[in-house]
T-cell receptor
Framework: GAVVSQHPSWVICKSGTSVKIECRSLDFQATTMFWYRQFPKQSLMLMATSNEGSKATYEQGVEKDKFLINHASLTLSTLTVTSAHPEDSSFYIC??????????FGPGTRLTVT | AQSVTQLDSHVSVSEGTPVLLRCNYSSSYSPSLFWYVQHPNKGLQLLLKYTSAATLVKGINGFEAEFKKSETSFHLTKPSAHMSDAAEYFCVVTSKRGAGNMLTFGGGTRLMVKP
């Protein structure tokens, strides 16, 4: 139990375009979902926290208009990177949490912006 | 406020020898501590967690960690390294903030296992 999936696992897009990444909790309802960014050979940095049906809370320094987060249901959160640029290339990892339990992580999505 | 320090960015061991990955933390609350493993281009897998029960925690794949409050440490150990253990390891501490427990990650330790 407690499986979190991400789609796609790898995406390449051209500079200036937008790309959407999905995060799903497959066998539980996630009251909270988290989005992390990981640069090569570095640790995970929390980007934002989202609760179902409410606006995401962004960490300091993360542009909310650049990284749009939607948490439309208890099993789905999406991260849209708008007008992507090469510096947005990174590994994006989501996690999902249900009340009283720890966070369960997705497998990650590698974004490459050319 | 809280933080996690992984004392070694890289650790290299020979197959069959013990593994020690060091982690020190600071926390304003009674912490919950985790170790995660990440293989290349993969997500994070939970190895083990400490949540105020037994101070010696056993995890998957033969790993264990001991919570030492007096030393504010949570070092990860394994008696005998296997080639498949080569990966990135993250020590993580929780932070209660708002409605949810927030995670603070250490910088990671890359474990290399030589044949």
């Amino acid at each position: 139990g407690a499986v979190v999936s991400q789609h796609p696992s790898w995406v390449i897009c051209k500079s200036g375009t937008s790309v959407k990444i999905e995060c799903r909790s497959l066998d539980f309802q996630a009251t909270t979902m988290f989005w992390y960014r990981q640069f090569p050979k570095q640790s995970l940095m929390l980007m934002a926290t989202s609760n179902e049906g409410s606006k995401a809370t962004y960490e300091q320094g993360v542009e909310k208009d650049k990284f749009l987060i939607n948490h439309a249901s208890l099993t789905l959160s999406t991260l849209t990177v708008t007008s992507a640029h090469p510096e947005d290339s990174s590994f994006y990892i989501c996690s999902a949490r249900r009340e009283g339990y720890e966070q369960y992580f997705g497998p990650g999505t590698r974004l490459t912006v050319t | 406020a809280q933080s996690v320090t992984q004392l070694d960015s890289h650790v290299s061991v020979s197959e069959g020898t013990p593994v020690l990955l060091r982690c020190n933390y600071s926390s304003s609350y009674s912490p919950s501590l985790f170790w995660y493993v990440q293989h290349p281009n993969k997500g994070l897998q939970l190895l083990l967690k400490y949540t105020s029960a037994a101070t010696l925690v056993k995890g998957i794949n033969g790993f264990e960690a001991e919570f030492k409050k007096s030393e504010t440490s949570f070092h990860l150990t394994k008696p005998s390294a296997h080639m498949s253990d080569a990966a990135e390891y993250f020590c993580v501490v929780t932070s209660k903030r708002g409605a949810g427990n927030m995670l603070t990650f250490g910088g990671g330790t890359r474990l290399m296992v030589k044949p």
